[in-house]
T-cell receptor, first 112, second 114 residues
Framework: EDQVTQSPEALRLQEGESSSLNCSYT??????LFWYRQDPGKGPEFLFT???AGEEKEKERLKATLTKKESFLHITAPKPEDSATYLC?????????????FGRGTSLIVHP | DAGITQSPRYKITETGRQVTLMCHQT?????MFWYRQDLGHGLRLIYY???????DKGEVPDGYVVSRSKTENFPLTLESATRSQTSVYFC?????????????FGSGTRLTVV
């Protein structure tokens, strides 16, 4: 069964303390992997799309990488404003369409 | 305004009542999706639509009905609301099944069934 699993569920960091979030997937023929940021009371906000193993994307303090089995979201020298829930999603084939299936997310808190 | 708009933002309804959540997008995106988000479950797909007049079930469709007579609108109806349908509902859209710039989400509707 196709699945998307994120770890850890929650992560607390001190400002400046770099770390990584994990998104592992079990889907045949990956067609893309998406990272999102979600702030409390808001809808998910798109960050990155990754298509193939070895691909990397960067945005400010965030860098997303992709292997054949998982993706990492690296956060370098985080700031309190990076506190949010980070979601990953994988399109799963269904009835001729692709359905975005989300992991449960990692809740990140960065303390000043 | 360009974008994807959900209404209402908050809704309280009684058990057994019918309620409709609205979703409107201005990009003429082909794909539209309805998710519910609950603690411990994350985002779960209720229904999706690949084009006007084409809809299909997601992971948790029971108790919900959708329609899509126009490309820009994708309303979600709870036929007889139950307390288990208390949740935050998100609508999303995309120009393709695998969009280069991801799926765009609305701000959500927080529904409470009492």
């Amino acid at each position: 069964e196709d699945q998307v699993t994120q770890s850890p569920e929650a992560l607390r960091l001190q400002e400046g303390e770099s770390s990584s979030l994990n998104c592992s997937y079990t889907v045949s023929g990956l067609r893309g992997l998406f990272w999102y940021r979600q702030d409390p009371g808001k809808g998910p906000e798109f960050l990155f799309t990754l298509y193939s193993a070895g691909e990397e994307k960067e945005k400010e303090r965030l860098k997303a990488t992709l292997t054949k089995k998982e993706s990492f979201l690296h956060i370098t020298a985080p700031k309190p404003e990076d506190s949010a829930t980070y979601l990953c999603a994988v399109p799963i084939p269904s009835g001729g369409s692709y359905i975005p299936t989300f992991g449960r997310g990692t809740s990140l808190i960065v303390h000043p | 305004d360009a974008g994807i708009t959900q209404s209402p933002r908050y809704k309280i309804t009684e058990t057994g009542r019918q309620v409709t959540l609205m979703c409107h997008q201005t990009w003429s995106h082909s794909y539209m999706f309805w998710y519910r988000q609950d603690l411990g479950h994350g985002l779960r797909l209720i229904y999706y639509s690949a084009a006007a007049d084409i809809t299909d079930k997601g992971e948790v469709p029971d108790g919900y009905v959708v329609s899509r007579s126009k490309t820009e609108n994708f309303p979600l109806t709870l036929e007889s609301a139950t307390r288990s349908q208390t949740s935050v509902y998100f609508c999303a859209s995309s120009e393709a099944g695998i969009p280069n710039y991801g799926y765009t989400f609305g701000s959500g509707t927080r529904l409470t069934v009492v």
